[in-house]
């Protein structure tokens, strides 16, 4: 299972990033998806997590600022992050949960400048 993230960088206090998770078709249309982030010094956390169904949850620290969605056609998760503050600064990783098995792909760095 490859899971390919991207979309992180450098961002001022109040700004916005998107971060894409690409799956491959098959896997993307039966696994709920995930975005976690980790911290410098802490554990990780989940940020937002999205299912087959469309439905979602977030953490209470993003909730109202960042938004899980799902593009079926391109197979790829987004996490739209707005109004950005320094203490969303981290490693952003996107997983996937298919067959009991969860897939995780590589980390997108995201530094929030203040």
């Known amino acids: 299972v490859q899971l390919q993230a991207s979309g992180g960088g450098l961002v001022q206090a109040g700004g916005s990033l998107r971060l894409s998770c690409a799956a491959s078709?098959?896997?993307?249309?039966?696994?709920?998806m995930g975005w976690y982030r980790q911290a410098p010094g802490k554990q990780r956390e989940l940020v937002g997590a999205?299912?087959?169904?469309?439905?979602?949850r977030y953490a209470d620290s993003v909730k109202g600022r960042f938004t899980i969605s799902r593009d079926i056609a391109k197979s790829t998760v987004y996490l739209q992050m707005n109004s950005l503050q320094p203490e969303d600064t981290a490693v952003y990783s996107c997983?996937?949960?298919?067959?009991?098995?969860?897939?995780w792909g590589q980390g997108t760095q995201v530094t929030v400048s203040s």
């Open positions: 999205i299912t087959t169904g469309d439905s979602t």
């Open positions: 078709r098959y896997i993307f249309s039966f696994a709920d």
């Open positions: 997983n996937a949960a298919f067959g009991g098995s969860l897939y």
